[in-house]
T-cell receptor, first 113, second 111 residues
Framework: NAGVMQNPRHLVRRRGQEARLRCSPM?????VYWYRQLPEEGLKFMVY????????ESGMPKERFSAEFPKEGPSILRIQQVVRGDSAAYFC???????????FGPGTRLTVT | GESVGLHLPTLSVQEGDNSIINCAYS??????FIWYKQESGKGPQFIID?????DKRQGQRVTVLLNKTVKHLSLQIAATQPGDSAVYFC??????????FGAGTILRVKS
């Protein structure tokens, strides 16, 4: 039973480019959460999605960031026109929706040069 | 606003000793609390959880205590091993939605 998958594991982008981060939830899970972690800090919630719906995006920056979880395929976190401050580890978690437990993926480490 | 914080940023213990990691939370409406372990370069790994209607929960070598009166959460690790070295986060959850994480405590186990 595969866990939460994220790719790429490492992503390097130059300022102004776009970054696309992918997350495949655990089998049977339809709830996906994205978190961002800066060095030496805890994880900060960004967005919570269910299939084809954004449930809570209270942690998403108003500009340049978007997320989707289509009916088919992985969830995508998209960052347009990246800046150095976007450099961080981005983690995806999934849950079944029947309990509170969230399972985390290995993360994508984004470096903006 | 909501916040979950930790008292000690770094904890060093001798192998075989017990470890206690503490956490304070401020949102009394949270109904679910979790401890995660994060090793370098990896995602958070679930350790143990507790619901707000409980005071204590035990797992294998780990115990979580919840004191709602003072809004305090602790993780006890018995017979700490080198493999326990990691960053430990407490997190709170309300209504099954987003997790609010603390800043983390680094646990270093000395052999």
């Amino acid at each position: 039973n595969a866990g939460v998958m994220q790719n790429p594991r490492h992503l390097v982008r130059r300022r102004g480019q776009e970054a696309r981060l992918r997350c495949s939830p655990m089998k049977g899970h339809s709830h996906v959460y994205w978190y961002r972690q800066l060095p030496e800090e805890g994880l900060k919630f960004m967005v919570y999605l269910q299939k084809e719906n954004i449930i809570d995006e209270s942690g998403m920056p108003k500009e340049r960031f978007s997320a989707e979880f289509p009916k088919e395929g992985p969830s995508i976190l998209r960052i347009q026109q990246v800046v150095r401050g976007d450099s961080a580890a981005y983690f995806c978690a999934s849950s079944s929706g029947t309990d509170y437990e969230q399972y985390f993926g290995p993360g994508t480490r984004l470096t903006v040069t | 606003g909501e916040s979950v914080g930790l008292h000690l940023p770094t904890l060093s213990v001798q192998e075989g000793d017990n470890s206690i990691i503490n956490c304070a939370y401020s949102n009394s409406a949270s109904d679910y609390f979790i401890w995660y372990k994060q090793e370098s370069g990896k995602g958070p790994q679930f350790i143990i959880d507790i619901r707000s209607n409980m005071d204590k929960r035990q797992g294998q070598r780990v115990t979580v205590l919840l004191n709602k009166t003072v809004k305090h959460l602790s993780l006890q690790i018995a017979a700490t091993q080198p493999g326990d070295s990691a960053v430990y986060f407490c997190a709170e959850n309300k209504n099954g939605n987003k997790l609010v994480f603390g800043a983390g405590t680094i646990l270093r186990v000395k052999s």
